[in-house]
């Protein structure tokens, strides 16, 4: 099953990463998780029919 990362779903990444004490700086897996998400989201920001 594919899964585009959402903005929310990099959201809860970051939140966690931190609350956990885990680095979340440039080239984090949480900054990773970041830039996917906004990067899914401009290629589909045209798309109005987006279900969660």
């Known amino acids: 099953m594919s899964h585009q990362m959402t ?3 990099a959201s809860r ?3 966690t990463q ?3 004490g885990h680095y979340t700086g440039a080239g984090s897996f ?3 998780a970041q830039s996917a998400g906004d990067r899914n989201a401009n290629q589909s ?3 109005s029919s ?3």
């Open 7 to 9: 903005k929310d779903d």
């Open 13 to 15: 990444i970051q939140s």
């Open 18 to 20: 931190g609350t956990g």
């Open 30 to 32: 949480a900054a990773c």
């Open 45 to 47: 920001s045209g798309n």
């Open 50 to 52: 987006k279900s969660k």
